[in-house]
C-alpha cells in the first residue's frame, strides 16, 4: 500500500513538472499563438454543439450517470428501494399503518438519495464529455499544427538524449488481453465507474502519446513505457482537463498537451520513479 501510494506521489509530482515544462515551452516556435487560435475555434464549436443538440448531450449523461448509480446499487451501498418492494407481507403487518409509513419515508428518503446522486453524477459526466470532447477535438491536427514544432523545442533541452535503459528487456501485455481486462473491469459495480473516468482523461494523452514518440521509440519502446508510465499519463490528462476549464491558460491547452507528452516521454519516469535528468 506505501508503495502504491508513493509511486502515485511520483506521478502527480511527474505530471505537474511536465506540465510546467510544457507552459515554459509554449513561449517558443509560435506554439502559444497557434494554441491559442486554434483553442478558441474548438471552445467556440462545442458551445455551438451544447447550444444546437442540448437535449442529446443532456441524455448523454444522464445515460453514463445511470449506469453508474446501476452499479452502486448492483453492489448494494445504496439500498432501500427494497424496502418499498420488500413490504409488509401479511395482514397484520398491512395493518401497522406506523410501520407502513415508517417505511414508505425511508422508501422515499433513499429514492431522493437515489436522485441527487443520479444528478450529481450527471451534471458530472456533462461537463466531463464537453471537456473531453474539446480536448479530442483540439487535438486532431496537432500532428502537423504543433507537434513537430513542439517535439523540436524539447529536443533542445535534453542534449545527447537516448531512450530509458530496460524497454526493450520486458514485453508489453497484447493489445487483445489490455481490451479484454478493459470489458471485464466494466462489468463491476462502481470500480466501472472508475475505470470509465480514468479512460476518458488518459484518452487524449494515449491518442498522441504515439505520434509524440515516433522517430524517438520503436513500436515495443512506446508500447512499455506506455504500460510504466500509466499512472503519470493518467495524471497528466487529469491536469489537461482541470486546465481547459481555467480561462486564458485553457487557451494553452494544445501547446500544453503535445510539449507535456514530449517531456513525459523523454524524461523516461516509470512507476519505479526513475527518470532522465532536463539538461
Same mark, same amino acid.
Given at each position: 500500500m506505501t508503495k502504491t501510494l508513493q509511486t502515485w506521489l511520483l506521478a502527480w509530482r511527474e505530471a505537474f513538472t511536465c506540465v510546467g515544462l510544457g507552459l515554459r515551452d509554449a513561449r517558443h516556435a509560435g506554439l502559444w499563438w497557434r494554441s491559442a487560435l486554434w483553442c478558441m475555434a474548438v471552445v467556440a464549436l462545442w458551445l455551438g454543439l451544447y447550444s444546437s443538440f *442540448?437535449?442529446?448531450?443532456?441524455?448523454?449523461?444522464a445515460m453514463l450517470a445511470l449506469v453508474s448509480v446501476t452499479g452502486l446499487l448492483g453492489l448494494g451501498v445504496m439500498d432501500g428501494v427494497g424496502t418499498l418492494a420488500n413490504g409488509p407481507a401479511t395482514v397484520t403487518q398491512m395493518g401497522n399503518i406506523a410501520g *407502513?409509513? *415508517?417505511? +414508505?419515508?425511508? +422508501? #422515499?428518503l433513499s429514492i431522493g438519495q437515489i436522485a441527487l446522486a443520479l444528478l450529481a453524477l450527471a451534471a458530472f459526466f456533462y461537463? #466531463?464529455?464537453f471537456v473531453v470532447g474539446a480536448i *479530442?477535438?483540439?487535438?486532431?491536427?496537432?500532428r502537423w499544427l504543433l507537434l513537430e514544432r513542439a517535439? +523540436?523545442?524539447v529536443a533542445r533541452r535534453y542534449a545527447m538524449w537516448q531512450a530509458p535503459a530496460g524497454l526493450d528487456a520486458c514485453a508489453a501485455r497484447p493489445a487483445w488481453r489490455r481490451r479484454l481486462l478493459l470489458l471485464l473491469s466494466l462489468l463491476i459495480p462502481v470500480w466501472a465507474m472508475c475505470?470509465?473516468?480514468a479512460c476518458l482523461l488518459a484518452w487524449n494523452v494515449q491518442a498522441i502519446y504515439g505520434a509524440a514518440a515516433k522517430d524517438v521509440l520503436d513500436e515495443q519502446q512506446q508500447a512499455v513505457l506506455r504500460r510504466a508510465q500509466h499512472p503519470a499519463i493518467f495524471a497528466l490528462g487529469l491536469l489537461l482537463c482541470l486546465l481547459m476549464l481555467v480561462p486564458v491558460l485553457n487557451l494553452l491547452l494544445p501547446a500544453l498537451l503535445c510539449s507535456s507528452v514530449c517531456h513525459l516521454q523523454r524524461r523516461g519516469w516509470r512507476a519505479t520513479g526513475t527518470s532522465i535528468t532536463v539538461e
Open positions: *442540448g437535449r442529446f448531450f443532456v441524455e448523454l449523461s *407502513g409509513l *415508517g417505511s +414508505a419515508a425511508k +422508501a #422515499m461537463v #466531463m464529455v *479530442g477535438t483540439v487535438r486532431l491536427p496537432l517535439k +523540436a523545442v475505470v470509465l473516468i
